[in-house]
C-alpha cells in the first residue's frame, strides 16, 4: 500500500501519521467552510470520516452545550480521534464510533449537523450515503460538505491515480446527489483561488 492510501482509510503508523497530517493540513479549509454555516450551541453532530478528530474539536467549540459524535470506518481513525477528544468524551460530550457512511449506525433524525470535510471522494456511491445523512438528520437539519478540490483543476487528477477508488466531484454532481437523496434547500459556496468548494444542504 502507497502511503497515500492512508488518506482513504488510515492503517498501522503511516496512519496514524496521515491523521496527524489532515488535522494539520486540512484546517484553513475547516475553517473557511465553518464560516458559511451558523451553528446553534445546544447542537447534536455528526462528522462523517472524521480522520485524526480535529474537527470535532472545532464542533466542540462551537457547540458548548451539545454533543459530537466522530465516525470513521478505519480503525486508526478512531483512536486518533478519541486520543485529541478524551477531555470532551470523559465530560459526556462527545463519542466516536466506527462506522460506514453508506449504513450510518444511528437511529432516524437524530441530529442537527450533519459534517464531510475531505471525505466524499472515497464513499461507495454518493446517493445511497446522501440518502443516509438525509435519514439521520432531523427535519430541518444542515449537511455540511467541504472538499479541497472542485472537479476542475487537471492537477489533482494526479491524486485519483495514486489512491485506489478516490473520485473527485464537481458541485454540480454533488448537488445532483443531494437533490436525489432527497435535500431540498442546497447552497455552493466556491474559493476559486484554492479549488474549495462547500456545500450546505437543507433537509
Known sequence: MNFFENTR???????????????????????????????????????VGCGGGANIVAWLGKCGN???TGMDYSEVSVAESQKLNATAIKQGKCCVVQGDVSAIPFPDAVF???????TVYFWPGLE???????RVLKNGGT???CNESDG???ADEKWTKLIDGMKIYTSDQLIA???????????????????WISIVATK
Open 128 to 134: 445511497k450515503c446522501f440518502f443516509e445523512v438525509n
Open 143 to 145: 449537511f455540511l460538505i
Open 152 to 154: 476542475t483543476n487537471a
Open 112 to 118: 442537527d449537523y450533519v459534517s464531510a470535510f475531505e
Open 9 to 47: 482509510k488510515p492503517q498501522g503508523f503511516g496512519g496514524k501519521l496521515m491523521t496527524k497530517m489532515m488535522n494539520i493540513g486540512h484546517a484553513k479549509l475547516s475553517q473557511w467552510g465553518f464560516s458559511n454555516i451558523s451553528v446553534n450551541p445546544d447542537a447534536t453532530v455528526l462528522d
Open 66 to 68: 451539545g454533543h459530537v
Open 177 to 195: 446527489a443531494l437533490k436525489e437523496a432527497g435535500f431540498t434547500e442546497i447552497k455552493m459556496y466556491s474559493n476559486t483561488k484554492n479549488h
